[in-house]
């Protein structure tokens, strides 16, 4: 199911070449065709079946037709089939590209999943940041006035920054 993996491991082993794209034109020329998922590479033929050996025999390289196209510049069927060939290979462009619109379309979903989550921790933290302030606020609190002991707040509000903007004194 990973591309890139059948591309530099499994290919070189039993070809002489990793290119995906040459790959399934061989496939193409020999009779297979894409089954399934539009998102797989998945392939199938009518006489390629496992455990039935006797059948691979009868797998055959596709001859041209004699049909050939008419082109307007009145040359032969060679400049058809090289168009039909890069067709094919746009084709299989396409699908690559295909395939991996899908892989950033589901990294995309991952991430945006990732942010809510980080979103909300970042609330919660919030949250309870919030909470300790006013526990701190009500514990140092001074009992006749009501009022926030300023010496107080000032160490609960900025003690770090006067640490920071003043080295100590020794």
């Known amino acids: ?11 070189p082993a039993h070809f002489k070449h990793n290119n995906l794209a040459s790959f399934v ?12 998922n539009k998102n797989m590479w998945e392939f199938r033929h009518e006489r390629f ?17 004699n049909k050939r ?20 290979q746009l084709k299989q462009r396409q ?20 942010l809510v989550a980080c979103k909300q921790a970042q609330r919660e933290i ?11 606020m009500t514990v140092y609190r001074d009992d006749v006035s009501g009022q926030l002991d300023p010496k107080v707040q000032q160490q609960l509000v900025a003690p770090a920054a006067s640490e920071v903007a003043a080295p100590p004194q020794e």
């Not at 061989?26 to 089954?35: D, E, S, T």
């Not at 919030?126 to 701190?136: A, G, H, R, T, V």
Request: charged residues 25%; hydrophobic residues 35%.
């Open 95 to 114: 699908e690559l590209l295909e395939m991996n619109l899908v892989q950033v379309m589901n990294t995309n979903d991952s991430l945006w999943n990732d």
């Open 69 to 88: 196209l008419w082109m307007p510049d009145g040359s032969d069927g060679h400049k058809s089939e090289a168009i039909l060939t890069e067709i094919l």
């Open 25 to 36: 034109r061989q496939l193409n020329i020999y009779g297979f065709q894409k089954a399934g």
């Open 126 to 136: 919030q949250d309870n940041l919030q909470k300790i302030l006013y526990f701190l």
């Open 1 to 11: 199911h990973n591309t890139t993996e059948f591309c530099n491991d499994i290919l």
């Open 49 to 65: 079946r496992r455990g039935e050996k006797h059948l691979l025999a009868h797998i055959k390289r596709k001859t041209p037709s």
